[in-house]
């Protein structure tokens, strides 16, 4: 669906951040899942300087926020949960299909990504630190157990859960690309197909260019492409 500046749906995101980054800001997860959802939405962007007052909606000075004219909230776990809930497309509707869905959305938020992100901060943000190298053997081995036991849990599965892509996979899918970055994948290729199947989807290169588009709109001037 193509951005509706008056929709109901409002989405906060940052009108620019560095290149490194670009593309993993987690207000994708959400255009991902409103594009699937076929739901239209407006984008809030935000400075990397917060506006007066954004601790109100965001209390880590993160994105995104999600409002619309039921709810307000933040975090990108919740945030997929409510709209899974407003359309049969994410979350299936019987118990069984439905919590497998959300656990899948627990496990990649609580279980792989912490693992994942940790290992490749220390490459791409920490590594002028001292203490950075000596940490690298510990917290790679912790992601590569993480994903190990992912890979086997997926096996030759298309998704997490079978035939049926959920919000869950959507949550895994951004957490692996992180891994995918930091040259995590090499042992799983299973994860690594995971991961491409995630990003063929039309919903998911259509909210990886909505968001990209803003980055490069709003490119601060001497910074290269």
């Not at 009108?15 to 076929?38: C, M, N, T, Y």
């Not at 949550?171 to 994860?191: F, K, Q, S, Y």
């Not at 199947?197 to 039309?202: M, T």
């Amino acid at each position: 669906m193509p951005i509706n500046p008056n929709a109901d749906i409002e989405v906060t995101a940052f009108s620019w951040v560095p290149e490194g980054a670009q593309g993993f800001v987690k207000d994708l997860r959400i255009r991902w899942a409103l594009e699937e959802a076929g739901l239209d939405y407006r984008v809030r962007l935000i400075g990397l300087e917060r506006p007066a007052g954004y601790r109100d909606d965001q209390p880590f000075d993160q994105v995104p926020c999600f409002r619309d004219d039921a709810v307000h909230i933040f975090e990108s776990g919740a945030i997929l949960q409510y709209v899974g809930e407003k359309s049969e497309a994410l979350l299936p509707r019987d118990p069984q299909g439905k919590y497998a869905a959300i656990q899948w959305t627990y496990a990649a938020l609580n279980s792989v990504e912490p693992f994942v992100q940790h290992r490749v901060l220390l490459d791409v943000v920490w590594a002028d630190q001292e203490w950075a190298e000596p940490s690298k053997p510990t917290a790679d081995a912790l992601a590569r157990l993480r994903l190990a036991q992912l890979s086997d849990r997926l096996g030759d599965k298309q998704w997490l859960e079978g035939e049926r892509f959920t919000i869950g996979d959507l949550v895994m899918v951004t957490v692996l690309r992180l891994a995918d970055r930091g040259r995590l994948l090499a042992d799983t290729p299973n994860l690594s197909e995971y991961v491409k199947r995630g990003e063929a989807r039309p919903a998911f290169r259509r909210a990886l260019e909505d968001q990209l588009a803003a980055f490069r709109e709003h490119e601060p001037q001497g910074v290269a492409a």
